[in-house]
């Protein structure tokens, strides 16, 4: 496997692609022309910083189904320095790292998969994005924003140079609307969710105008790539029913899409397997499987250009007259 670490500014040293790329064997079936599908992962972290649980040991995962995999390391208020979510934090206005630079990193990246796709062998046909709580966010926002002005006004390049294939959401939020409107059971999230609003947004207090244009739940449309999305029903911090939200816009608009609640866990639980967990209550083959019936739901869409047999099999059928 090929990883190395790749910056999307010469400036800075917070903002990098962390690549997790397949090395070419005939023994696999990918001679030198075989192009693989890539994933492309954004951590969550409530835009406070970039989750290591929900960066490499998912990458991991995609990549032992066959796929290339990507983690993007976007801007966040911490600028990659580790950084708790802390209801006493006070955020300031940090144009660098404010809405939309996040999304506007995600067609970055794509774009340099798209420009390295030969040497990397990517089918660039068929990237996806996968996302987890913020993370899922500025997945879903890039997926229903690739093809409005704010990103191709900034990019000049072909438009469909910038589409997704296809989107993973873990946890996501999905409707800044409905965050601002809805009360938590415990105050100190509130304050968590406001640290949330001012690290995106670059203000505590956005404008109607502002929280619409930045609700993917509220911008879904025809152009909207086919989306999985995972969630638990008791998460505390981000209510369930964002991806309810987002499947129902979905739906409304005949976008292909998997929903799949789990009845118990609380919130960033990542693949759930002791690879992602510092403790075993983040530890659930239940909720952990997610990445299988991803894998599933990847497959129908993403499996990968293989023969039907080797040319071993076929010698012996051949010779059998068959």
């Known amino acids: 496997m090929i990883s190395e670490k790749i910056y999307l500014y010469e400036d800075r040293q917070d903002v990098y692609l962390t690549t997790y790329i397949w090395d070419n064997s005939r023994e696999l079936g990918t001679g030198p022309n075989m192009k693989r599908p890539a994933i492309l992962i954004c951590p969550g972290g409530g835009y406070i910083s970039c989750s290591d649980r929900e960066s490499e040991p998912v990458a991991l995962r995609f990549a032992a189904m066959g796929y290339n995999a990507f983690v993007l390391r976007y801007s966040t208020y911490s600028k990659g320095m580790p950084f708790g979510m802390s209801p006493d934090l006070t955020v300031t206005v940090q144009p660098e790292t404010n809405h939309p630079v996040p999304i506007r990193e995600i067609g970055m990246a794509i774009l340099m998969m798209r420009e390295k796709a030969k040497k990397w062998r990517i089918d660039t046909e068929r990237i996806a994005l996968c996302g987890f709580s913020a993370g899922a966010h500025n997945a879903a926002l890039y997926a229903t924003s690739w093809h409005r002005p704010v990103i191709t006004e900034y ?21 800044f609307k409905f965050m601002r409107g809805f009360k938590h059971k415990d105050p100190m999230i509130d304050a968590l969710m406001k640290n949330m609003d001012a690290a995106f947004l670059g203000t505590d ?14 911008l879904v449309d025809e152009n909207t790539p086919p989306m999985f999305i995972w969630a638990t029903a008791n998460d505390e911090l981000v209510p369930v029913n964002n991806s309810l939200l987002m499947a129902q816009a979905l739906s409304e608009h005949d976008i292909p899409y998997t929903l799949h609640i789990f009845e118990d866990g609380f919130h960033g639980l990542s693949v759930a397997t002791q690879a992602s967990s510092c403790s075993r209550s983040e530890i659930s083959n239940e ?36």
């Open 205 to 218: 207090s956005p404008s109607e105008e502002l929280l619409t244009e930045t609700s993917p739940a509220r």
């Open 155 to 175: 990019f000049d390049t072909d438009v469909e140079n910038l589409r997704p294939a296809a989107v993973i959401l873990g946890y996501p939020v999905t409707d």
């Open 287 to 322: 909720i952990g499987s997610w990445v299988k019936m991803a894998e599933d739901w990847l497959y129908k869409r993403f499996s990968l250009p293989l023969a039907e047999m080797t040319p071993t099999e076929a010698n012996i059928l051949k010779k059998r007259g068959e």
